[in-house]
């Protein structure tokens, strides 16, 4: 089992940044990738941005590319998600998730693991 826990949402303006954590803990020793979901209302969960394990292979959704940079830290079992630029249409319930080796990076059925997600809402 792993445990995901979010930090770092909250209330900005168009225009800020925000970063946000994610922590995990258990056995995250057969967790080949980490990633970034968010889902906004009345909308489906989304992929965001994901990293490699192995060798820190980084892939975005379109809507953020540029914008948004994930990285992690294997030692501390630690990801982050550093937000530039926010716009309104960011706004959503950010969730970190890890997975094994199978699917693509962006897609939901590759992750085992979720946390229980962080808002995210950016004011016009």
């Known amino acids: 089992q792993v445990q995901l826990v979010e930090s770092g949402g909250g209330l900005v303006q168009a225009g800020d940044s925000l970063r946000l954590s994610c922590t995990a803990s258990?056995?995250?020793?057969?967790?080949?990738?980490m990633g970034w979901f968010r889902q906004a209302p009345g909308k489906e969960r989304e992929f965001v941005a994901a990293?490699?394990?192995?060798?820190?292979?980084?892939y975005y959704a379109d809507s953020v590319k540029g914008r948004f940079t994930i990285s992690r830290d294997n030692s501390k079992n630690t990801m982050d998600l550093q937000m530039t630029g926010l716009k309104p249409e960011d706004t959503a319930v950010y969730y970190c998730?890890?997975?094994?080796?199978?699917?693509?990076?962006?897609?939901?059925?590759?992750?085992?693991?979720w946390g229980q997600g962080t808002q995210v809402t950016v004011s016009s």
């Open positions: 258990g056995r995250t020793s057969g967790s080949a990738k």
């Open positions: 990293i490699r394990r192995s060798d820190g292979g980084t």
């Open positions: 998730a890890v997975g094994g080796s199978f699917y693509v990076l962006a897609d939901p059925r590759g992750y085992d693991y």
